[in-house]
């Protein structure tokens, strides 16, 4: 088994592309604005200006089409390098309220 399958099967939430932004947050200085690849109810793949540290914890200010921006508590879980100096990083969101989960998993659905 290798080991994006078995990265892919831990996944507990479904994933899609989703259109949406996010402007990510150190403190409170901002760090820069992404464009999310993809995005869970968990998480999110974001690729962008900034420079982020795997391991660090974040706010991230999501802006999802048709919704007000919701602010959500992160962490870098990954780092990927995609070539010509761009770079991804894999995002899990930590203490979500039910509504702020509810709006995601909405966004997913609907581009699935």
Request: charged content about 20%; hydrophobic content about 45%; glycine content about 10%.
């Given at each position: ?42 998480g999110a ?68």
């Open positions: 088994m290798s080991g994006k399958l078995a990265a892919y099967e831990r996944r507990q939430k479904p994933r899609a592309p989703v259109p949406a932004m996010a402007t990510v947050f150190r403190a409170e200085a901002r760090v820069g604005l992404f464009a999310i690849d993809n995005l869970s109810a968990g793949l974001l690729a962008g200006e900034g420079a982020l540290n795997v391991g660090e914890s974040l706010r991230v200010l999501l802006q999802l089409q048709g919704h007000l921006p919701i602010s959500i508590h992160a962490q870098v879980l990954r780092r990927d390098e995609r070539g010509g100096g761009a770079v991804a990083y894999g995002l899990t969101f930590r203490d979500l309220s039910a509504r702020a989960e509810d709006l995601l998993q909405g966004a997913v659905l609907s581009a699935l």
